[in-house]
């Protein structure tokens, strides 16, 4: 079983939808949750960081961790064109030093 | 606002030949992560350094990859001699590590397009 599963997509829906975005992940240990957003020849930028299980709101943009489930989302809510990018999620634990990513799952916002 | 500069941004070389990518991170920040990233296989991890030592470099085939900080403000990645499987791009990335352990997100350059013929 691969540490983390993230559905590579694409994924297409309209402007003004709103966008779930899911991981799993195998390991128990990890302890910092976080989603980057990559757009086309450009690096990925930190979208999203948090550490605990629940809700974390910034915008238009929220995350929701349930370590009970291993299971992590990022939701878009009236979602715009200029979403259309590349998603990653990515964890790790301090002891670790090092992050683990997913595959990324790539969405595009139809005008 | 502070980034993390790569350079060159685009690489296209013959199969043999020494290729150098070179990162700057971001002013303060103590650790640096050397990626790559492929269609197939996602963003690989090669090597990282904290406050300049090297820690992990195991994600490298060492036969031909290299990875240095000559100076806090320079990371360098060599690939010698070059293939054309090594064709992808490299990411730099660059955190801040507390004494404690705790580690804030990383920030990613904009990568190095490598191209091997």
């Known amino acids: 079983q691969k540490e983390v599963e993230q559905d590579p997509g694409p994924l297409s829906v309209p402007e003004g939808a709103i966008v779930s975005l899911n991981c799993t992940y195998s390991?128990?240990?990890?302890?910092?949750f976080m989603w980057y957003r990559q757009y086309s020849r450009k690096g990925p930028e930190l979208l999203m960081y948090?550490?605990?299980?629940g809700n974390k709101e910034d915008g238009r943009f929220t995350a929701q961790v349930d370590k009970s489930s291993k299971y992590i989302s990022l939701f878009i809510r009236d979602s715009q064109p200029s979403d259309s990018a590349t998603y990653l999620c990515?964890?790790?634990?301090?002891?670790?030093?090092?992050?683990?990513f997913g595959s990324g799952t790539r969405l595009s916002i139809r005008p | 606002d502070a980034r993390v500069t790569q350079t060159p941004r685009h690489k296209v070389t013959e199969m043999g030949q020494e290729v150098t990518m070179r990162c700057q991170p971001i002013?303060?920040?103590?650790?640096v992560f050397w990626y790559r990233q492929t269609m197939m296989q996602g963003l690989e991890l090669l090597a990282y350094?904290?406050?300049?030592?090297?820690?992990?470099d195991s994600g490298m085939p060492k036969d031909r990859f290299s990875a240095e900080m000559p100076d806090a403000t320079l990371a360098t990645l060599k690939i010698q001699p070059s293939e054309p499987r090594d064709s992808a791009v490299y990411f730099c990335?660059?955190?801040?590590?507390?004494?404690?352990?705790?580690?804030?997100?990383?920030?990613f350059g904009d990568g190095t397009r490598l191209s091997i013929l």
């Open positions: 390991n128990s240990a990890f302890q910092y």
């Open positions: 990335a660059s955190g801040l590590t507390s004494r404690g352990g705790g580690n804030q997100p990383q920030h």
């Open positions: 002013l303060g920040h103590n650790t």
């Open positions: 990515a964890f790790y634990y301090s002891s670790a030093s090092k992050i683990i």
């Open positions: 948090t550490y605990s299980s």
């Open positions: 350094f904290r406050n300049r030592a090297p820690l992990d």
